[in-house]
């Protein structure tokens, strides 16, 4: 997947994508001052980096999209525990054509 045009992406090698990089400069500036308010998850591993990731961007009082289908995870329990976890607590958890969806209207 690649951004669409006016869209940021970011990659870490970390698991905490937020710490020591300028992610959280970029969402914070980008498009202008504070118009940025949710983070889009997509990645590997789902209970590790993703979950990580959208901890922190929850803690910043961002919203969270976690998308159930494309994240990979070590394994299916722990996948749709995270999912689980995610869904009850710090975002919403969606498919890519809900994301799709959404990203048209």
Do not use: W
């Not at 698991?15 to 500036?29: A, D, G, K, Y």
């Not at 990731?53 to 299916?76: P, Q």
């Amino acid at each position: 997947m690649r951004p669409c045009l006016g869209m940021s992406s970011s990659r870490s090698t970390a698991t905490m994508p937020f710490h020591n990089t300028q992610l959280e400069t970029v969402l914070r500036n980008i498009r202008g001052a504070g118009r940025v308010d949710t983070v889009i998850i997509i990645g590997t591993v789902t209970s590790i980096c993703c979950e990580s990731t959208a901890r922190s961007a929850f803690m910043r009082e961002y919203k969270v999209a976690f998308i159930s289908d494309a994240n990979g995870g070590l394994d299916e329990a722990s996948h749709n525990a995270t999912l689980d976890i995610i869904g009850k607590v710090f975002g919403r958890v969606m498919t890519v054509a809900e994301l799709g969806n959404l990203l048209r209207s």
